[in-house]
């Protein structure tokens, strides 16, 4: 009987090695390093690599449908500037988010915000701005239509829908079942009733079912649950749609036995769909709303070994780098079972020697771990180690404070 092989992580091809040294903006990990002040860690994004994930997807999906950049995946502020020449439109989750897109050469009419619990300030910022809001409830169109009034501007709103549906295999569901997110779908075509009476400028749907699937099924299913659905709504909109949010969800592959999403079923999947849509809604733009599947792969963290020890037969390569920075490698942002992310030496890539390690970080908690029995390449006091696929959700989603170490820096190249 042949041994089944243990799973192993997609090839991380996106970025490439030379002479045994991994590169990112045609310079060696070795020599960024050098350029960072004090030698901390930091995250590396590319925009070579960036670029190529954006066409790619555009070329891939029908032309009807817009591709939105979701901030919160990576705000940094170059980034986000370099994006804006990549994709039609940005989305946002807070005022701090809407100061950095408003920085870009993205305008307003291209902006929508969404997420609960926006304040009278914000949704004054907001409207001054002329960002479409994503309403999340009936009390927050009835906030804008007031504080519209006050300003004598008329707010842009959309409705953010929570689906009747869920996002089946999703790392992240954010419809279906009782949410705070949007309103229920059932009760939107008597909410747009009083919208038609309220004084809001009516943009359209924003329908959010999930993030993070690999699962091209899931994903063909909630675009044809959610096409549906925003038809089924239509008939009651106050005016014509003029904005239809389909959502994202597309994922990328953090762990081992994961695989890369195939985007031709989905891409045909959305040209089927399509017609029947036009049927009902013929000139409103669609927008699918991502922000992983743009910048994730593009990516890297990188900390130095300071230490290296062996505890009761086990190796430990002792980092500067650790949870505080990185929470979602170390295991601890929404994960149930601990999996490693995608490790590499960046200095010894593809080198024979290997040895199974433990990669810990500075932090008085065992939860402090950024590879859990990893095999890599031999690695000593000073090399470099690198988490791939950290191009989201690392940086700003990670406790910088905790234990007052310094923060990563950040770089683009
Ligand atoms: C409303 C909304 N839009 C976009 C996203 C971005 O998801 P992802 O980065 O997985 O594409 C999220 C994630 O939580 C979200 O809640």
Known sequence: MSKKEAPKHASMDQFKVSDGHLMTGGKRIEELAQSIPDDVPFYVYDKAVISATVENLKKALPSDIHVHYAIKANPMPELVSYMAGLVTGFDLASVGEM????????????????????????LTEAIKAGVTINLESENEMRRAH?????????????????PDYDLKASGMKMGGGAKQFGIDAERVPETLKELGSLDLEFRGFHIFWGSQNLR???IMEAHEKTFNLAAQLAQSAPDTVK?????????????????????????ENLDNLLPTLRASLPDTEIVTELGRYLVGESGLY???????????????LVTNGGLHHHLSASGNFGQVIRKNYPVAIANKMGEKEQELVNVVGPLCTPLDLLGNKMLLPKAEIGDLVVIYQSGAYGYTASPHLFLSHPPPEQLLV
């Open 243 to 267: 904005s239809l949010n389909i959502g994202g969800g597309l994922g990328i592959p953090y762990f081992p036995g994961e695989t890369r999403l195939n985007l031709e079923p989905i891409s």
């Open 216 to 218: 091209e099924e899931s």
């Open 99 to 122: 100061c950095v897109a408003l920085n870009t050469s993205m305008s307003a009419e291209h902006i929508s915000f969404a997420g609960p619990a926006k304040t009278d300030g914000e």
């Open 302 to 316: 990188v900390c130095r070994v300071i230490d290296k020890k062996v505890s009761r037969g086990e190796t430990f």
């Open 146 to 162: 007031r504080i519209g009034e006050k300003l004598g501007i008329k707010p842009k709103v959309a409705i953010r829908v929570n």
